[in-house]
């Protein structure tokens, strides 16, 4: 059974910095990608970035560069989102996905967390 458990939500003032983290279990880890999208209210679900789990390769959306970093750690099974000068239109729940594509599309992937808060304060 695969599980993917989010953590590091929380609210931050504009400027601040978060750090996200997804643990994965069940996974067949080394023919996955996974990803982080994020869902603010009202809004549709949208790409944050990716990475591939055998050799790190990322992607991420034009409005997170230079600000979000994903990663991941291959001995604790564990990817995480350093998320650095937050801005206000940053506020979401963020995601954890699973899946066997490289996409920016959320129908890419087979499995999702239940999400994280991150408020980001003007």
């Known amino acids: 059974q695969v599980q993917l458990v989010e953590s590091g939500g929380g609210l931050v003032q504009a400027g601040g910095s978060l750090r996200l983290s997804c643990a994965a279990s069940?996974?067949?880890?080394?023919?996955?990608?996974m990803a982080w999208f994020r869902q603010a209210p009202g809004k549709e679900r949208e790409f944050v970035a990716v990475i591939t789990w055998s050799d790190g390769i990322t992607a991420s959306a034009d409005s997170v560069k230079g600000r979000f970093t994903i990663s991941r750690d291959k001995a604790k099974n564990t990817m995480a989102l350093q998320m650095s000068n937050l801005k206000p239109g940053d506020t979401a729940v963020y995601y954890c996905?699973?899946?066997?594509?490289?996409?920016?599309?959320?129908?890419?992937?087979?499995?999702w967390g239940q999400g994280t808060m991150v408020t980001v304060s003007s």
């Open positions: 996905a699973a899946g066997l594509h490289f996409t920016v599309l959320p129908g890419g992937y087979n499995y």
């Open positions: 069940g996974l067949t880890f080394s023919s996955h990608s």
